[in-house]
């Protein structure tokens, strides 16, 4: 079972094949891109030195991903960027960047409180499967930015399933009830 509260060792052997420790398999770049996705923190390590390889193989993730024509960085924030590296001590790029990620990610976390607040639908039996296959849209959509996020596991997914069909004869009583309701007013 993974443990979400570390990030996942995966060791760089010499051969510079990367290998998952909790798994005990290798893994690619776009193997290590999902599991960042799903919210998970990854180490990089060079088996024979030690070495952090992390921000490397994040950055190549990255370029990769731009090559293949998603581009996720407009093209003056990469100007931006390469020129924060020009200026002694690195300017303020970095930690600008962190700060918005951060907001971003509370923001997101907020805005998803709210909803569940002020959502007259949170009432409604099986809303929370609904609200749970949301935010994995959303995460999905975001590129693993939500990582304040839970996306429903397997369990939860099989428990909506075998439910769905008890909560969706539900649903339709109620909406069948408020269409009783409102042709009366009318």
């Known amino acids: 079972m993974a443990d979400y509260d570390k990030p996942l060792l995966i060791k760089r052997y010499a051969s510079r094949r990367l290998y998952n420790t909790e798994t005990s398999d290798y893994v690619t770049l776009e193997d290590i891109a999902g599991f960042i ?44 960027l390469v020129r924060s590296y020009m200026q002694p001590g690195g300017g303020v790029m970095p930690q600008f960047l962190q700060s918005s990620f951060d907001m971003l990610r509370e923001s997101q976390s907020k805005m998803m409180e709210g909803m569940t607040a002020i959502n007259p639908m949170s009432q409604i039996p099986g809303f929370d499967a609904m609200q749970a296959q949301q935010q994995a849209f959303l995460k999905a959509m975001t590129g693993g930015l939500a990582t304040n996020w ?15 069909g008890e909560d969706l004869d539900e649903i339709k009583k109620q909406l069948a009830e408020l269409q009783s309701k409102l042709s009366k007013l009318s």
């Open 37 to 80: 996705r799903e919210g998970r923190e990854v180490q990089i390590i060079d088996l024979k030195s030690g070495d952090d390889l992390t921000r490397q193989y994040l950055l190549q993730i990255i370029a990769e991903h731009e090559s293949r024509g998603e581009n996720v960085l407009p093209v003056n924030v990469l100007n931006d």
């Open 150 to 164: 839970s996306a429903p596991d397997a369990s939860e997914e099989k428990t909506a399933t075998e439910e769905g």
